[in-house]
């Protein structure tokens, strides 16, 4: 028997070492260490209700265990085989204990359907793939279905692009199909651009095949022979794999004329990005893919009209392809089933910053950020105090604590001021700096704008120079109403997504932590001490010793005091360097 | 390769692969392979997943035991990376967390030979389609 | 046709299907303000990128505001052009613009030009939003021979871009950098002489502010007039008398001749010519070389290069040296007429005025900048003596004569000084497209058939498309005559040939739409194509009425020729009024 106690820092925070020892402890004077061994585990992601403490084999889930609770745990259970059922997890609805994890809802929270394949199979292997289902759905919609019909499943299912705006797939390929060409194209849009999301590559490495089996149902239902990845180049195994999985594929004849002895012939090529963030909006990815400045231009005519080379193009992102398969195999219906209302099947989020369990997730559309971020995030790190998340990358809002319980989907995002975007989730604690957040979004932005559209080339250049005054101190009240001003007008007036959506951070900090902003323009305030330029620093007579090192480094002189007697910092000179911070042997300097 | 030509010809590749990855994943003959998967996307390559899956190939070859080792894709506990998980047979897959050369050795000394849970394991969080 | 219902700004309009909504609220009297937009009908062309956001309207119920001059209209659509949404949305990206714009607007040479001050006048913007100190993109100023860069005025609108690269293919200029720093500039961000670009200007003219100027010249004439030891000669391109009245208030289309000459004279000219009076002297050349290679060819001799290109246009010659380098031989020699007038004031006119050539300064009224280029080519100089001095616009002539104090609209009309004045309407419509053959057509026609040519106009080489090909009847054999202008059709044409799709004697190829009537020195006409029509038709109305309208028949050219070249391709003529092309391997 094994007792697995969890050792990430929730539970650590909650005396699990002290548990560690306990059991121990308990196991000695039972004699039983021979029979049962503690093991100290990773986060268990359940830290509300932590300390864990698992029994295996039997899986029974002890919650909120303290210390006195060992030598119970040890008696009762190990020696004797009882469960302790008042330390059992008790299921919210019903208040029935569950002593086995497997039925607890928390580990129904995640749920993978894009990321199916990812760590179970080799992706450098067609074979597991297909051991996994891999190609049936491919082989189903060209033997048995027709265009129309396949694309009326898709649409069945309710699933919306992943790559940020949410349109539904299914009408995609309808519209698609519907124009006449001689030739047209099936595009993939792999040009991750988001900091710090990374879902796409994770699918592209651990389960290529699944984006070409879907780039080729694609291709059989709106009616195009040719399929394009535009892929970054700064995803060197993801390519590699890819150009592994397309060769194997063709190889299988799953690729090619005729598959399936169908009159349906597919290939796909790839094509390689630069990395510009912009050019994951879909006209500005075909200008790049054609060899042009990696721009957008003004919609309509729509990709499905007039895209590559002119010619009717869906371009869909690889989590979207990725579902695509499933919806097949398991029946529009069944993927329906998921998710919220408007919002069908899964989201795959890249759950970073202040958080426990940094990572990739996916969970069904509908659940809450507090799920995510509690639960399955394994709550905020070093057990501080949750600020804010950003959610839909450089362009998102910032959502607080007050949509912590917000079903979350494409619409309720949106409505709450941010957005779904490619599912970056980025969580703030007490100690981050909203102004700062707003800039830092702000100057991926101005780095990243193509410079094509007024708002977004100019605009964003000036709202991030109110945003420095104002981190420097030097802001006034006027300098927020026009950053408002500006922020609405870049919103309204860009050309593309990337601009009509960049003022996102800025208006969601506006607008919940207003407080935050005039602090620093009235009170020259910064309260997570991020901005150095408005620290405040004060010598604490009763600490200091008056050793005068302070004020020998001080660049400008700003203090005074007799040796041996306190000193004191002059604020109308004080430049904020932090030197006197840094030299004072006795802790005797504070910062505000 | 052959190709596959038809519905008929995929659904029996698909047996064939079946059957082996049921040796692979689902036995519970204890004679049958202990399974070894590394993850190794960017990011577990970027924590020196390749180094541990190295490691991990020589010290079951040099101890001779009846396992494989595979490379699979991303399982999400960036946190925790290189991940490693061991299925072996009869037993549910455990995930081992921050596994360095040190502790692969330890996994296959401890976990795989003498059936001894080691500190660091992740409990999987996700149910998978 | 379809036709759609709409209201803008309370409003019924009726419009057809696929109007937008700029082009709608026109119609019914709305004018929204734009900037990025281009129109150039004329040219099929519609650069609307839809970038600048200046023409931003409200539609009820869409998310976000639209541009107007790149949205469709639809059926039952309410536009709100000034809601107060769209007002502060315009104000405010107008004020962007003008942050990043710098504030010179008194000395730029574009004031008064300025479609942004424009903007900033009709919005009454009377400050700008911006924290002190706001980043200036700033860039490294290009100065070329015809032309000036002074990016730092770029609201990449990218008009220059769409003119460079569509319509010319000339491919000189895009777009560079991202973001804040995005500009319009030579790949590389090369100088502009480093470039491929042939100085045609077309992109001066379609600039909206200062950001692409022509290099002036007024000072250095102005200089050489107030020196007494220097003996200034004039003379006028064909196409500046039917825009030049346009600067001074008169409607396009108005042939101001007389008044340009007295202005001129007024100014302190010593002698006011004729570059029409060259056009001439062109076709001659030209004519009897085409002659010469037409009769070779049909007498069986295979080594003739057919067909023969005009080679007026200098930024044509640049577009070739350029992009056709295995073509050098094919052109005509014939130097343009502006360089023709050059060598001939300098040597024959010298001579019979008793001027030293040092001594005298050849200023030429063009309505290009490639002109500019042209006169300082090597070749083109005797000595290190240009023939040309120096070559100024349209609008240069014009600020000559505001800065002369001079009332044109009250002036007496002179004619021009001879002999260099005499001209004839053939040299005369050597202005627009089509022009520069119809002229040698009349000639060539009387040499090659020996007769008399009764019908001079004609029609079938006139008009605005982009190529045109007719075939003219020499008295039973027919002559395949080719017209091209804007390079880019020039491009089509040359590509054709080069893949024997045609069978072509002879081919007019000019760079500017509708020929120099549209050329980047003449006053601004924004893609009007009713201004160019209007010019068009001054330079064929006063065609008409000239009493000679042959060039050979022009008594001063044929005294030329008795006096002092002897006879078209001479040796002497060779030596004047020839040249030859140069590969630019550095492009």
């Known amino acids: 028997m094994q007792l697995l106690v969890c050792g990430g820092t929730g539970c650590r925070a909650s005396a699990s070492a002290t548990i560690v020892e306990k059991l121990n402890e308990s196991l000695k004077a039972h004699q039983l260490t021979e029979e049962a061994q503690v093991v100290t585990t990773g986060c268990f992601g359940f830290c509300e209700k932590g300390p ?21 745990i040890v008696a009762e259970h190990i020696l004797k085989g009882r469960k302790v059922s008042r330390l059992l997890y008790e299921n919210p609805e019903n208040q029935e204990h569950i002593a086995d994890s497997r039925h607890m809802g928390f580990y129904q929270k995640q749920m993978r359907i894009a990321l199916r394949n990812c760590g179970v199979i080799d992706p450098e292997n067609i074979d597991e793939y297909i051991g996994r289902d891999g190609y049936s759905a491919l082989a189903q919609v060209v033997t048995d279905l027709t265009p129309e019909q396949a694309i009326a499943m898709v649409k069945q299912s309710g699933l919306r692009g992943r790559g940020g705006a949410g349109f539904p797939t299914g009408l995609k390929w309808e519209i698609t199909s519907k124009f006449s060409s001689d030739q047209k194209y099936v595009v993939c849009n792999a040009d991750e651009g988001d900091p710090g999301a990374f879902m796409d590559r994770s699918i592209l490495e651990g389960d290529p095949n699944s984006i070409i089996e879907a780039m080729a149902i694609c291709g059989y239902c709106i009616g195009a022979t040719k399929g394009l990845v535009y892929i970054r180049a700064e ?7 890819l150009e592994i999985a397309i060769a194997q594929a063709r190889e299988y004849g799953l690729l090619g004329d005729n598959i399936f002895g169908s009159k349906f012939s597919f290939d796909m090529e790839l094509r390689y990005g630069a990395g510009a963030f912009v050019c994951g909006e879909e006209t500005a990815l075909i200008a790049s893919m054609e060899g042009k400045r990696g721009e957008p231009r003004v919609k309509p005519p729509f990709p499905a009209e007039s895209g590559y080379m002119q010619k009717p193009t869906n371009v869909n992102n690889v989590e979207t392809f990725a579902n695509v398969p499933v919806i097949f195999l398991k029946g529009p219906e069944w993927y329906s089933s998921i998710g919220t209302e408007k919002s069908k099947g899964t989201k795959v989020f890249a759950l970073a910053g202040k958080i426990n369990n940094v990572g990739l997730i996916e969970v069904p559309m509908g659940i809450t950020l507090r799920e995510i971020i509690y639960e399955i995030g394994g709550g905020i790190k070093n057990g501080k105090k949750f600020k804010a998340v950003q959610t839909g990358g450089p362009s998102g809002g910032c959502l607080t604590e007050a949509h912590l319980d917000t079903p979350i989907d494409f619409d309720s995002l949106v409505a709450a001021g941010s957005m779904m975007g490619s599912g970056g989730m980025i969580v703030m604690d007490e100690d981050d700096c909203m102004v700062s957040i707003a800039k830092f979004y702000l100057e991926f932005i101005v780095e990243e704008s193509c410079g094509k559209c007024t708002p977004c080339r100019i605009g964003n250049k000036r709202m991030l120079e109110i945003l420095e005054k104002i ?16 922020a609405y007008v870049i919103k309204d007036t860009s050309l593309c997504g990337l601009g009509q959506s960049s003022p996102n951070p800025v208006l ?5 932590f207003y407080d935050e902003y005039v602090a620093h323009v009235k009170d020259k305030r910064c309260f997570a001490k991020k901005c150095k330029a408005l620290a405040r620093y004060t010598i604490d007579p009763d600490v200091c010793t008056g050793c005068t090192i302070c004020a020998r480094n001080c660049p400008v002189e700003a203090i005074t005091g007799e040796k041996r007697e306190p000193h004191f910092i002059h604020q109308e000179i004080c430049i904020h360097c932090g030197v006197c911070y840094q030299k004072c042997k006795f802790n005797a300097i504070n910062v505000e | 390769m052959t190709k596959i030509k038809s519905l008929d010809d995929l659904r029996q590749k698909k047996q064939q692969l079946e059957q082996s990855m049921d040796i692979r994943e689902k036995s519970d003959h204890p004679e049958n392979l202990v399974q070894i998967k590394v993850a190794m996307a960017t990011c577990g390559i970027a924590s020196g997943a390749r180094t541990v899956m190295n490691a991990l190939v020589e010290k079951i070859k040099k101890e001779n035991i009846p396992a494989v080792v595979t490379q699979t894709g991303c399982m999400g506990y960036c946190y925790a990376e290189p991940t490693v998980e061991v299925t072996k047979p009869g037993f549910d897959p455990v995930v081992f967390s921050y596994v360095d050369v040190k502790k692969a050795e330890e996994i296959v000394d401890k976990y795989i030979l003498n059936n001894e849970l080691i500190d660091g394991i992740l409990p999987a969080n996700y149910q998978t389609i | 046709m379809e036709t759609i219902k709409l209201t803008i700004d309370n409003r019924q309009v009726e419009v057809p299907k696929g109007t937008t909504i700029l082009q709608a609220a026109h119609q019914a009297g709305i004018n929204i303000p734009s900037l990025c937009y281009m129109n150039l009908p004329h040219l099929a062309q519609e650069h609307k990128p839809g970038s600048c956001r200046v023409c931003v309207v409200e539609i009820p119920g869409r998310k976000n505001l639209v541009p107007a001059c790149a949205t469709e209209c639809a059926d039952g659509m309410t536009v709100l052009s000034h809601s107060l949404r769209a007002i502060n949305a315009r104000r405010t990206v107008v004020e962007l613009l003008l942050s990043d714009h710098p504030k010179d607007c008194l000395i730029c040479p574009s004031s008064g030009n300025c479609e942004l001050q424009k903007l900033s006048i009709t919005m009454g913007i009377r400050e700008i939003n911006s924290v002190e100190n706001a980043a200036m993109s700033t860039y490294r100023k290009d100065a070329s021979p015809a032309l000036n860069r002074n990016m730092d005025k770029c609201v990449m609108c990218r008009s220059c871009e769409t003119v460079c690269n569509e319509i010319q293919t000339v491919g000189a200029l895009s777009a560079v950098n991202r973001g804040f720093m995005s500009v319009v500039a030579p790949a590389f961000e090369q100088e502009l002489t480093d470039s491929p670009c042939t100085f045609c200007g077309q992109c001066v003219a379609v600039c909206p502010t200062g950001a692409l100027t022509a290099v002036d010249n007024t000072f250095h004439v102005i200089r050489a007039l107030a020196d007494p030891n220097k003996f200034v000669v004039v003379q006028t391109a064909p196409a500046v008398r039917a825009a030049l009245g346009e600067e001074f208030g008169y409607p396009p289309g108005t042939s101001v001749t007389g008044k340009m000459t007295a202005a001129l004279r007024s100014l302190g000219f010593d002698k006011v010519f004729d570059t029409d009076f060259a056009a001439d002297l062109t076709i001659m050349e030209e004519g009897t070389e085409l002659l010469d290679r037409i ?20 930024a044509w010659v640049n577009f070739f040296e350029t992009n056709y380098p295995d073509m050098l031989d094919v052109p005509s020699t014939a130097r343009s007429p502006q360089q023709m007038f050059g060598a001939i004031a300098k040597t024959y006119m010298a001579e019979k005025l008793g001027v030293k050539r040092e001594d005298m300064v050849v200023v030429s009224v063009m309505p290009c900048l490639a002109k500019k280029y042209e006169c300082q080519r090597d070749e083109f100089k005797v000595d290190g003596n240009p023939d040309v001095d120096y070559a100024i616009t349209t609008r240069e002539l014009a600020h000559l004569i505001k800065i002369g104090n001079i009332d044109f609209k009250t002036l007496k009309e002179e004619d021009f000084d001879r002999p260099m004045g005499e001209s004839t309407g053939a040299g005369l419509i050597f202005g627009v497209t089509g022009g520069v053959i119809e002229a040698a057509t009349r000639t060539a026609y009387e040499l090659f058939t020996g007769k008399k040519l009764e019908k001079v106009d004609f029609h079938e080489l006139r008009g605005m498309e982009g190529i045109r090909t007719a075939s003219v009847n020499f008295d039973g054999t027919y002559i395949h005559i080719g017209i091209a202008h804007t390079l880019g059709n020039a491009r089509k044409l040359l590509d054709g040939i080069r893949k024997g799709m045609y069978n072509f004697h002879a081919i007019e190829i000019m760079a500017c739409p509708g020929g120099c009537i549209g050329g980047g020195g003449q006053p601004l006409h924004r893609g009007n194509s009713i201004v160019l029509k209007a010019r068009m038709d001054s330079i064929y109305k006063e065609d008409f009425n000239k009493p000679i309208r042959k060039s050979h028949e022009n008594p001063e050219i044929i005294k030329l020729y008795e006096d002092f070249l002897g006879k078209p391709l001479s040796e002497k003529s060779h030596k004047l009024l020839h040249t030859h092309y140069f590969s630019h391997p550095k492009k």
């Open chain 1, 52 to 72: 864990i403490v698992k029994v295996i084999p039997d899986n029974t889930f002890y919650t909120q265990v303290k210390p006195e609770d060992a030598e119970e």
């Open chain 1, 235 to 241: 995803y060197p195994l993801a390519i590699k794999r």
């Open chain 1, 471 to 486: 981190t420097q101190g030097k802001g006034n009240m006027e300098d927020l109403d026009h950053l408002r001003n500006l």
């Open chain 1, 508 to 512: 969601s900090t506006l607008e919940n």
């Open chain 3, 295 to 314: 009769t070779r060819y049909l007498d069986g001799d295979k080594s003739v290069r057919l067909p023969i290109l005009t080679s007026c246009c200098p």
